[in-house]
């Protein structure tokens, strides 16, 4: 699995680390179920770990990361996005909210504030039982509207 990676760092020494893992052809055919005429077609899972989980991080920081990620989707014009919400614990100034719904929406934001083309579709899924719901989304074009139901029930399953 290829990746392409970047960190961005706030000015208080905060670090998130971004990465798009990118699915082999093999993944693509025997988990996917991708059909071979999409074989050029690049999905990439968009991972983000953040070097310290107690401090808090600018927002600014997520700004850039959603513009970064972004142009890459822009630079690859053959490519599908996923994203999943972590459930992992998170430390934030709002403790009534899910730290899945908080990522969620702080991400949701941040999409359409840097969106710019309305060549880009989304996808929303919602996974697991009530309570313990996670969010993903996958951003396509439209010439792959045709596979994204199988990238998305793979994303069901993960």
Not at 109 to 121: E, M
Request: proline share 3%; net charge negative; with cysteine.
């Amino acid at each position: 699995m290829e990746s392409v990676e970047k960190i961005f760092s706030d000015k208080e020494g905060n670090h998130l680390l971004v990465a798009l893992y990118f699915y082999d052809v093999d993944y693509k055919h025997d988990i996917l179920r991708i059909p071979e005429e999409y074989d050029e077609l690049e999905i990439a899972d968009i991972v983000i770990t953040k070097a310290n989980v107690e401090a808090p991080i600018n927002h600014g920081v997520f700004f850039r990361m959603s513009s970064w990620l972004l142009e890459r989707f822009f630079q690859q014009t053959n490519s599908i996005f996923t994203f999943v919400c972590s459930t992992d614990e998170l430390d934030t100034n709002h403790p009534e909210l899910l730290p899945q719904t908080y990522r969620w929406d702080l991400f949701n934001a941040l999409y359409r504030r840097v969106r710019t083309d309305a060549a880009i579709n989304v996808q929303d899924i919602i996974i697991g039982p009530e309570g313990y719901q996670s969010y993903g989304r996958a951003f396509y074009r439209d010439r792959h509207a045709s596979v994204i139901h199988l990238i998305t029930s793979n994303l069901l399953e993960k």
